[in-house]
């Protein structure tokens, strides 16, 4: 395997599944490798660790994760982008470097560089869920109906909780046929978790995902009039966390005035950076204005809230 590996796809789980399976041939697990994400490190302390030599190791690994300088927007000042290009064109031999993006573009900054130095495994496209559960459900020797199969294919947001959930039915079920009924006992509908991720798919204007969730939502017969509500929830969470930076208060402080954990903190500020004040304003007035239309009966809700989303 060449030194520089770029891999796509939506779903980190796909990623990390394939980093294992590129990892093998070295007897190594991703438990050996150096997770780093790139909007948030030092550029020349990670080129100066890429280059450095050990007297131990024959071979050592990196994880570079989603680096906003692989789509066309990027991040990277000048100087910083160019330490990376000199070390991607002349890597060390004994340092292997798995870059991953969710949201790759070939007009990116890094892309144009990596396309020629790189082998690159675009993922989404091989992707079968269907084919996906069937393996898992070998793998952990369960068996389910075929409406069971269907049901927590809707459920599962991504491929690691699609794995998660088998695992905790396959115990569950102690042999027996996983059917509907187990399953609503065992798996959640997540539904929290789906109007959270739309939510955040407003922040990168991402059309398809942002009416591929929805109509997960509406699939599952969640009331718009909810989506919405916790929409402007979460948005107004953002609001508040750009104001309590703009007082120049901590990731602790944060953490606590919302009484979540350090971890959760740090994503929402990573947010609350992420999308502009005016941007946020806008969608709250957008979302307040559509709800006293479908108050009044100006228009169905479903239909509103779609044409809302539509013109993000």
Partial sequence: MDNLVLINSKDDFVIKNKIEELLKPFDASIFDVEVV????CNVSELVASLSSVTLFDDQRFFWIKNPSSLTKKGSLDANSLDLLIKYIKNPMDST????????????GELSRVLKNYA?????DANLDPQSYLDKLLLENNATMTKD???????????????????????LYSEGKTIDTEMLDLVVSKSIDKKIYELTNA???KNNTVIMNIYYDLLSINEDPIRIMGNMIGKLNEILYTKKLLELRKTKEEIAEYFNVSSGRAYYMIKQANEISYNALVRYLEGLKDLDIMIKKGNIDKTIGLELFLLKV
């Fill in 148 to 170: 069971a199969k269907a049901e927590l294919l809707q459920r599962a947001l991504d491929y690691s909780s699609l794995n998660n959930e088998v695992i905790k039915l396959s």
């Fill in 202 to 204: 407003l922040f990168t």
């Fill in 37 to 40: 994400d790139l909007d948030e």
């Fill in 96 to 107: 292997i470097v798995f870059f991953s993006s969710n949201a790759y573009s070939s007009d």
């Fill in 119 to 123: 082998i690159i495994y675009n993922l």
